[in-house]
């Protein structure tokens, strides 16, 4: 009997060796991490686990992991799934899960998205041939270092256009002017003035409301400032000051800066930057 697993295919397990060790599922998203960069709001990194059982766990974030050797065997609602070298799994925020990890370990590339990052990934799309495409791409960029951003960026617009692409489709088709609300919020100093932006395009507030939070999953004021702290990325990699950053980007001070910035992407500016420019 075969089950087919979101983003992979995989082959259902009745049997395991005993586990050689009991991993803390506490420690998992931290354990060998070999290298990280943190890209728009997600956590870029490579690293192995050693043989052994890890105890029921949920994510704080959604994510993907890419399985580049070894191998592991997943539990989820009760079924246990093999998962082969080669495969793209992902990881549902909240949702529990068990793992196994076989004898020569799993060397695992994972993309975890903050918990307020501007990702379309709430749909359940099956599209594991694009994943893996893009996974193989970002992974090979993650090792050169270069254009690393641009890449995540791509998977982005790639994600939404093919890989969440039924998800959407099954909403059905968005208002024409949600892009142009869009253009409006990043450009006025009064992001909550939401009533006037729905007078501008005629429709009621709540229309407004509804139709942005289908999309990006909050108001329009939280997506202006998610959208600011990103857009406050790229000067920090070519090396301007802090206080420079805060002052061009309208925060009250570099304290408020950081502030900010480590609510959307999970740490400090300088943190940000060193990992950048590593």
Known sequence: MSRRR???NVRLVHTFTPPLQALDPAQIDDHAERGERFVWGARLSECVLPPGDVP???HPHDGLAYLLGGSLQECLDGVWYDVAAGRVLRQFRGRSHRLRVGPRGAH???VRFRLDADLPLAGRPD??????????????????KRDCDLVLLAWIVDAERTLCGASRAARGPEPRW???VEQQVLSSTDADGFCALARHVGVSPGSLLDAFARRHGCRPAEW????????SCLPLRTGTSLSTVASDFGYADQAHFSRCFKRYLGLSPGAYRRASLA
Do not use: K, S
Request: charged fraction near 25%; avoid cysteine; charge should be positive.
């Open 6 to 8: 979101d983003w992979a």
């Open 56 to 58: 029921e766990h949920a």
């Open 108 to 110: 695992v590339f994972r």
């Open 127 to 144: 599209a594991p041939a694009q994943a893996l495409a893009v996974m193989q791409q970002t992974y090979r960029q993650f090792l050169g």
């Open 178 to 180: 949600l892009d142009e």
């Open 224 to 231: 202006a400032r998610r959208q600011r702290v990103f857009a």
